[in-house]
């Protein structure tokens, strides 16, 4: 693993904190770039973009405090301290979503059904890239494992090798941007006289379903534990029924005004 990518004098400057940075750069230049498909207005979309993503941040931040809590309020010094606790992919979803939502609700321009089928697949390329920062860092390991895929992490025993599911979920965002791809080309024609968001509700039930495949091979508890205890699973159970209605409504009225 290479947790350190370099130093400028005596600042530490970490491979985790640089793949997320090109990710997300990489993921917002490509939803700008979307924009003309959803026939979006560049400027209002982009202006909601940009405080979307400051909400990203610090929704991905927050949530990492919330989740331990206890520790920061044992050690408050560790609140500005970056190389304690990262930044929490459920949190920064959430704070992306609900931000687009409000402000949405404020524009006269910007349709947030539009917006999110626009954002959606670099979302998902973000994650893509953004989970070899994880891999890199050495960080959100697996259960040990002998099947093939297992690599040595340098804090383990010589002979200790894991499921690397900083990979599993890198590869599975990636298959998931393919699949929302296709069927974007296959459902944009029939969106041109009646739009209904099929997109963005694709992708919260994609990715609820690449966070639960996953777990059961993560290095903490049981993954009906997680489902229990857990925020984000219990988030993700929240969000799931939501989304599949949404996605179901949208593919009832797209078909039943194609039959028109």
């Known amino acids: 693993m290479y947790p350190t990518l370099f130093y400028i004098g005596s600042i530490r400057i970490d491979t985790y904190s640089v793949v997320w940075f090109i990710a997300l750069s990489l993921a917002i230049i490509w939803a700008i770039k979307r924009l003309e498909i959803y026939?979006?207005?560049e400027d209002e979309a982009r202006h909601i973009m940009a405080?979307?993503?400051l909400f990203m941040l610090l929704?991905?931040?927050?949530?990492?405090?919330i989740r331990?809590?206890?520790i920061y309020v044992e050690h408050p010094s560790y609140l500005l301290d970056l190389n304690r606790g990262g930044l929490h992919e459920f949190g920064a979803v959430a704070g992306a979503f609900?931000?687009?939502l409000v402000l949405c609700a404020f524009s006269k321009k910007i349709s947030f059904a539009k917006l999110c089928d626009a954002a959606a697949p670099p979302a998902m390329l973000a994650i893509a890239i953004g989970r070899w920062g994880c891999f890199l860092n050495g960080c959100c390991v697996g259960l040990p494992t002998k099947f093939f895929t297992g690599v040595h992490f340098p804090r383990d025993h010589v002979d200790l090798f894991r499921h690397p599911v900083q990979i599993y979920y890198s590869v599975i965002a990636a298959l998931i941007v393919i699949i929302l791809l296709y069927v974007e080309k296959k459902i944009l024609p029939l969106q041109k006289k009646n739009y209904h968001s099929v997109i963005a509700p694709l992708?919260?039930?994609l990715y609820g379903l690449m966070r639960f495949a996953v777990v059961s091979f993560r290095d903490y508890a049981p993954m009906l534990t997680m489902i229990k205890y857990s925020w984000t699973?219990?988030?993700?159970?929240?969000?799931?029924?939501f989304a599949l209605i949404w996605l179901g409504y949208s593919v009832f009225k797209l078909r039943r005004a194609a039959r028109v």
């Open 59 to 65: 929704g991905a931040r927050s949530y990492e405090y």
């Open 203 to 205: 992708t919260l039930i």
């Open 233 to 241: 699973y219990r988030g993700i159970m929240t969000t799931l029924p």
């Open 68 to 70: 331990n809590f206890h």
């Open 39 to 41: 026939e979006l207005d």
């Open 51 to 53: 405080i979307s993503f």
């Open 98 to 100: 609900l931000s687009a």
